[in-house]
């Protein structure tokens, strides 16, 4: 008789493993050193960057004796941090500059196909955000990460969105959907109607056109 403990397969096969509510990206991870009266005390700076890629994007910063503890440090951290992007036809509403301390970035639309145009930290936060379409610029020549971040985050925080207008793009929106669904529909031959072919019968008949006069010519 064959005795099957809590390892068996009978109690793994009912488990299943729930997919998390966000997708995080470790952009920045650095060793750093406190000095006290006591000594140096070795701790590590994590920079997380989390996204659910459908608008919900969050940044974290914390530091922990580990790369372990600081990772779940900075997620937990960013998770109280999250904002909503809005995603306007597939792409950002305007373009923005904004600066922060030594960052400077810019962030502008850009038409469907071209994908994110966009390097360093912006493009992980855009891709982390779900925006499928926009092109950035980091205008300053710094490279602290961390700075890069909180101003791109503060560009997806200042976009100034009217309700008329966003109004008029959820029209649009759904314009191009029905037009796209009429695009998809198959015509029978008992759907189509033969053309009517309208006669104008109060149409003037045209008069012929007037000559010109020969004028003599004086020799």
Do not use: C
Request: aromatic share 4%; charged share 30%.
């Amino acid at each position: 008789m064959s005795m099957k403990g809590r390892g068996g397969q009978h109690g793994r096969s009912n488990f299943k493993k729930e997919k998390p509510e966000f997708d995080q990206q470790i952009v920045d991870l650095a060793r750093v050193t406190r000095v006290t009266k006591g000594g140096k005390h070795l701790s590590f700076r994590a920079v997380v960057v989390i996204g659910d890629h459908k608008g919900r994007v969050g940044y974290g910063i914390d530091k922990g004796k580990d790369v372990q503890i600081g990772v779940a440090k900075a997620a937990n951290q960013a998770k109280k941090n999250v904002i909503t992007v809005p995603i306007i036809r597939d792409t950002i509403p305007h373009s923005i500059a904004v600066k922060y301390k030594s960052a400077q970035i810019i962030l502008m639309p850009a038409p469907r196909g071209s994908g994110i145009i966009a390097g360093g930290a912006v493009r992980t936060v855009l891709e982390m955000a779900g925006v499928p379409n926009a092109s950035a610029k980091i205008l300053s020549r710094a490279k602290n990460k961390m700075n890069n971040i909180k101003a791109t985050f503060l560009a997806l925080q200042s976009f100034k969105l009217s309700q008329k207008k966003a109004k008029k793009d959820i029209h649009a929106e759904m314009a191009e959907a029905e037009v796209k669904a009429t695009d998809n529909l198959v015509v029978t031959k008992a759907d189509e109607v033969a053309p009517v072919i309208e006669v104008d019968t109060l149409k003037k008949k045209e008069k012929p056109p007037v000559m010109a006069k020969k004028w003599p010519v004086k020799r």
